[in-house]
């Protein structure tokens, strides 16, 4: 009874998570997409460019927002007129992929190191010291008797 | 520390020295130039008819290899200027060729109607073939002779009274 709850509560969780998502989807807005969309003569996103060929792609995104498309047709269409490097983020397969995996793979890196090593320093117990009182031995207790009677 | 640890970590912070560096340097020699020589290749789909057309298979003919998009002010200038030369010149073995780069397919259609242009269009939608010809803004006009070598270069729009600075790069293709 306690693992249905617990499974009822993750799907809550997840359709709660995936609902803007998916309204993002179905009616994007202009706003949204000049963010993911690159204008293809000045490199920059469209919200932060006034070039004339990122002023028409704003009109032609909000005609095909008004003409009811979703937010992948849209790309699709921007794709198949200007190429991949239109989208601000890089493809999910090919070449495009490394910049996905890539931080993915250092952040999984770096906290493997910094668990190793947190764990290694939680081992740490400093350097070896010989414990105090332990008896020196014949030749070394001869020779520190012989360095103190030059003093006496 | 551990020392091989931290030789470990002083190998991986060098490594990452050196792939930024990789990537800066790869940069740097792939910056947009114009090509000297052969004429860079290209296969770009056709706006005024279906298919493809490819560079090379205009070979043995002078080419005029105009780029454009219609959103440039400049080209609705120099687009009658290229007709024109199309006209005069097509009998003589000399092919113009507009490439719409960086543009929609739907306006530029529109500005080729709008302007009259019959001779061949194809779209560069990506800028692959602009950025292979080191093309930095529109419009830009090269000049390739029979032999599928570059032999002259417009940075830049005509006027209408540069019909002459047309004329002379199209006589230079066809006799080089």
């Known amino acids: 009874m306690r693992a249905l709850l617990l499974a009822v509560l993750v799907a809550l969780l997840a359709l709660a998570a995936a609902a803007p998502a998916l309204a993002s989807e179905r009616h994007p807005t202009l706003a949204e997409l000049e963010s993911e969309i690159i204008c293809p003569t000045c490199h920059t996103s469209l919200d932060q460019s006034d070039s004339p060929i990122a002023l028409r792609i704003k009109n032609f995104i909000s005609a095909r927002i008004a003409a009811g498309d979703t937010k992948s047709q849209i790309k699709s269409k921007l794709v198949a007129q200007f ?4 989208l601000a983020e890089p493809p999910k397969h090919g070449f495009g992929l490394l910049a996905w995996i890539l931080p993915i793979a250092g952040i999984i890196g770096g906290a493997v190191v910094v668990g190793l090593l947190a764990w290694r320093w939680s081992r740490w117990r400093g350097p070896a010291v010989a414990p105090a009182g332990a008896p020196l031995g014949p030749e070394l207790d001869r020779r ?3 360095e103190l009677a030059r003093f006496d | 520390m551990p020392k091989q640890l ?25 910056q947009p130039h114009v090509p000297k020589g052969s004429a860079p290749n290209f ?51 000399v092919v113009v060729v507009g490439v719409d780069s960086q543009d929609f397919t739907g ?26 010809y080191g093309v930095t803004g529109f419009p830009e006009t090269f000049f390739v002779n029979r032999k599928g070598r570059l032999v002259g270069h417009i940075p830049g729009a005509l006027a209408k009274d540069d019909a002459g600075q047309l004329n002379q790069g199209i006589q230079k293709a066809l006799e080089s």
Do not use: M
């Open chain 1, 83 to 86: 190429g991949e490097g239109v």
């Open chain 2, 6 to 30: 931290k030789l470990g970590a002083q190998g991986l912070a060098l490594a990452c020295v050196a792939g930024l560096l990789s990537l800066l340097i790869w940069k740097l020699a792939h």
């Open chain 2, 107 to 132: 306006d530029a259609r529109r500005f080729a109607n709008a302007y009259g242009i019959t001779y061949p269009l194809v779209h560069d939608g990506a800028g692959k073939t602009k950025d292979s």
């Open chain 2, 43 to 93: 296969t770009l789909p056709r706006l005024d008819s279906s298919g493809k057309l490819q560079l090379a298979s205009l070979r043995g003919r002078a080419v005029v290899l105009n780029f454009w998009a219609s959103w440039c002010v400049p080209c609705k200038g120099e687009a009658p200027l290229f007709e024109a030369a199309w006209k005069q010149w097509r009998k003589r073995g």
């Open chain 1, 144 to 146: 520190v008797d012989e």
